[in-house]
């Protein structure tokens, strides 16, 4: 275990997955719960996620970039309201559902290049306004970014399915391409739009 800290700024290599709030409790000179900002490096796991969001009630501003874990759990950080930074693991591959639900004080966030799948909800009530889908994207949930303020969104060619209401309530100003990869669009995908302008363009490969 490595540990800095400074003025509730938290830097932790963890030891072990499982182990963030061993190494917290062992490391620092404040309760847990007045932690403000927190870089993690090292493998972790659910149960250090959960250790996250459940006992670090002043946690602003969350850095997992170095962190190695291949799964954001369901429910991860559902309803963390003052998160307002967050940057996710590189080695990320899905996310679950439910994951930063609620999470209104999250406005940017760049989406790991190997990311293929977006869980149901996983991003609905955060204030996130525009969003970068990478090659590797191929299904993104229900309501998954449903009542953002989204205005642009990219995709890169390799998403097959976008779930019902996915995008539902949001803030598009773009004209939206598809590639031919793409098999379904839920319902009401892009319904409910406050003030969309461009076109719609979907493949013939939609079923």
């Known amino acids: 275990m490595q540990m800095s800290n400074q ?14 709030g061993t190494d917290l409790a062992l490391g620092l000179r404040m309760p847990v719960a007045k932690v403000v900002g ?24 969350l850095d997992l970039s170095d962190a190695i874990v291949d799964n954001i759990p369901d429910d991860a950080f559902n309803g963390k309201q003052q998160l307002l930074s967050l940057v996710l ?7 679950g559902n439910s994951a930063f639900k609620g999470c ?16 149901d909800e996983a991003f609905t009530g955060t204030n996130i306004r525009s969003m970068d889908f990478n090659y590797a ?18 995709f890169q060619n390799k998403v097959e399915s976008i779930g019902n209401e996915a995008f539902y309530g949001c803030n598009l100003e773009q004209e939206l391409l598809f590639s031919e990869t793409l098999r379904s669009i839920g ?21």
């Open 187 to 207: 319902d009401r995908a892009f319904d409910g739009q406050r003030g969309i302008s461009g076109h719609l363009t979907i493949p013939e490969s939609v079923a």
């Open 104 to 119: 209104s004080g999250i406005e940017e966030l760049q989406m790991p290049m190997d990311v293929t799948e977006i869980g």
């Open 89 to 95: 693991p590189k080695t990320t591959k899905v996310v």
């Open 38 to 61: 927190l870089t993690v490096s090292g493998e972790i796991n659910e149960q250090d996620i959960m250790q996250m969001n459940k006992n670090m009630m002043s946690l602003l501003y």
């Open 7 to 20: 003025s509730n700024q938290v830097a932790v290599q963890v030891s072990a997955p499982g182990s963030i």
């Open 137 to 154: 994207l191929k299904k993104i949930g229900n309501r998954a970014f449903a009542n953002t303020p989204l205005k642009e969104i990219s």
